[in-house]
């Protein structure tokens, strides 16, 4: 495919529109609510959900012995159906919320931390004021409800905090500290496929962890600076030496990397192909395998595994396999697991025999639609290159440059550039986009093992650009006017200014 660059940085043309837009009649409405929190989004109910979500301290047992203090979410359930909030794993994971695609969602979120907080909805096509901006803290001791219609694809999303201060962000802090949760949304047509449900369904958050003496948290580590935080234990669902017992059937992944800044490759042990399913976006249209899949933090991934052709006794482990994560990664010694490091993830242990003729759908999502691109479309240019900073410049609240406004219901090509050593997970908010090309620009350095196990396909919300690489993603912006984040997901990067608002108007 053809297409031009028009005026790199601060240059864009924007042609013919490409897409009728769907009127949203419901902006987001700012107000106070009955019990005196403030109150953002869709304003009168009926809503099929209501939760209320509470941000606070708490301990959590991870490891065998005294039980780490963790901040974590728990939530309630005020009206929905039964199903709507379930914990995960026990120990500090938030709980998942799933939600059906059609509901409207209403939700009081309660910040019972000592500082400041919001909850973004990762993935989500939401209004700009619901969305757990930095520019709407919610302070301590305080609550905001937030309400919204449930829009998007079927797949896996998550919900964290995203709160940026004078000092910088609080991302990387808070939900290392405990705060993330995954949130699946549900439709009639995923549910026609027939996957894999129930206990053969399972929901993987995978985030490493430090500990300290008496098993407390530690959130430091060698190359913070650079590369972020890497841990020496990674856990799933906030649990280390995960294991399921499973029989001979297929089974469903739904993996999350909730990690701040670790990028795992995803493979099996007996080095069977990695069947997907769906990507951050939801279902693809049919499965695509890959030799190993390169999961970055604030990816999600759908695998379809199958165990029939094993024996009860054995095992099939997921584990995050060796790559070469470049100097600076590579020449720590200590406990520290290194960026490259083989880690087990979870143990699948065979414990029973069935026979099923439950075979993987040839095709699967039928919806998928990629924003439509020509040799038109306006190519906008983001460098990262230079200390944490996009385009040589780093967060500076809710400024926006120029050539950081975007048109309403139009289609554009956004091209990362990555001349920096570090790979950065590039994430957008609001929408999710369709990447239209990875190519490689500059020299190949370190970390290009990891190329072979990216999944452009389907959509995405954030995407992982490689050292000297250069990934073009088209997105389309609908419905919402307003300020919306877009930013490096490994949440030092992030939180170091390596982010930065970008605005949608008409
Ligand atoms: Cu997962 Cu800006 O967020
Ligand atoms: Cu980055």
């Known amino acids: 495919m053809l297409l031009r660059s028009v005026g790199g940085l601060a240059g864009i043309t924007v042609l013919a529109p490409t897409a009728l837009l769907t009127a949203y009649h419901d902006t987001a409405v700012a107000g106070t609510n009955r019990d005196g929190a403030a109150h953002y989004g869709l304003e009168n109910g009926p809503f099929d959900v209501d939760i209320r979500l509470r941000a606070q301290p708490h301990t959590a047992p991870i490891l065998p012995g005294t039980p780490s203090e963790v901040w974590r979410y728990t939530a309630e359930l005020r009206n929905g159906p039964a199903d709507t909030i379930t914990p995960v794993g026990g120990s500090y994971t938030g709980p998942l919320i799933r939600l059906r695609r059609g509901q409207r969602f209403h939700a009081r979120l309660e910040n019972g931390l000592p500082e400041d907080t919001t909850v973004h909805w990762h993935g989500l096509h939401v209004p700009s004021d619901v969305d757990g901006q930095p520019r709407l803290p919610i302070k301590p001791g305080e609550a905001m409800t937030v309400a919204f219609d449930v829009v998007d694809r079927a797949g896996l999303y998550w919900y964290h905090p995203h709160p940026h201060g004078p000092n910088g962000g609080r991302v990387g802090f808070q939900s290392y500290a405990g705060l993330a949760g995954p949130l699946v949304i549900e439709d009639e047509a995923e549910r026609a496929l027939g996957l894999p449900a129930g206990d053969r369904e399972m929901l993987l958050v995978i985030q490493d962890r430090s500990f300290a003496g008496d098993n407390e948290l530690s959130f430091i580590s060698r190359d913070m600076g650079t590369i972020g935080f890497l841990g020496d234990r990674v856990l799933v669902n906030g649990q280390p030496d995960a294991a399921r017992e499973v029989a001979t059937r297929p089974y469903r992944l739904r993996i999350l990397n909730g990690s701040?800044?670790?990028?795992?490759?995803?493979?099996?042990?007996?080095?069977?192909?990695?069947?997907?399913?769906?990507t951050g976006g939801g279902l693809l249209g049919a499965p695509h395998h890959y030799p190993f899949v390169t999961l970055a933090p604030g990816q999600r991934i759908d695998l379809w595994v199958d165990l029939s052709a094993n024996e009860p006794g054995e095992e099939l482990h997921l584990i995050s396999d060796a790559y070469e994560a470049g100097v600076m990664a590579n020449v720590m010694g200590g406990p520290d697991l290194s960026a490259g490091a083989r880690i087990p993830l979870l143990a699948l242990r065979v414990t029973q025999r069935v026979r099923t003729n439950e075979r993987l759908p040839p095709r699967l999502a039928e919806d998928l639609q990629a924003p439509p691109v020509g040799r038109d479309t306006p190519v906008r240019r983001?460098?990262?290159?230079?200390?944490?900073?996009?385009?040589?410049?780093?967060?500076?609240?809710?400024?926006?440059?120029?050539?950081?406004?975007?048109?309403?219901?139009?289609?554009?090509?956004?091209?990362?550039?990555?001349?920096?050593?570090?790979?950065?997970?590039?994430?957008?908010?609001?929408?999710?986009?369709?990447?239209?090309?990875?190519?490689?620009?500059?020299?190949?350095?370190?970390?290009?093992?990891?190329?072979?196990?990216?999944?452009?396909?389907?959509?995405?919300?954030?995407?992982?650009?490689?050292?000297?690489?250069?990934?073009?993603?088209?997105?389309?912006?609908?419905?919402?006017?307003?300020?919306?984040?877009?930013?490096?997901?490994?949440?030092?990067?992030?939180?170091?200014?390596?982010?930065?608002?970008?605005?949608?108007?008409?």
């Open 382 to 506: 983001f460098n990262l290159i230079g200390a944490f900073a996009i385009n040589g410049r780093q967060f500076e609240g809710t400024t926006v440059a120029d050539d950081e406004i975007v048109h309403l219901g139009r289609t554009e090509i956004w091209e990362f550039v990555n001349d920096s050593m570090m790979p950065h997970p590039m994430h957008v908010h609001g929408l999710q986009f369709a990447v239209v090309d990875r190519r490689q620009v500059g020299g190949r350095r370190s970390w290009a093992g990891l190329a072979a196990g990216l999944v452009d396909a389907g959509l995405l919300d954030t995407v992982l650009v490689l050292p000297g690489e250069r990934v073009r993603v088209a997105l389309t912006f609908t419905d919402f006017e307003g300020l919306y984040l877009y930013h490096c997901h490994n949440m030092e990067h992030g939180d170091n200014g390596m982010m930065r608002y970008y605005r949608v108007r008409s």
């Open 260 to 278: 701040n800044s670790r990028i795992y490759k995803l493979a099996w042990s007996d080095s069977r192909p990695v069947t997907v399913l769906g």
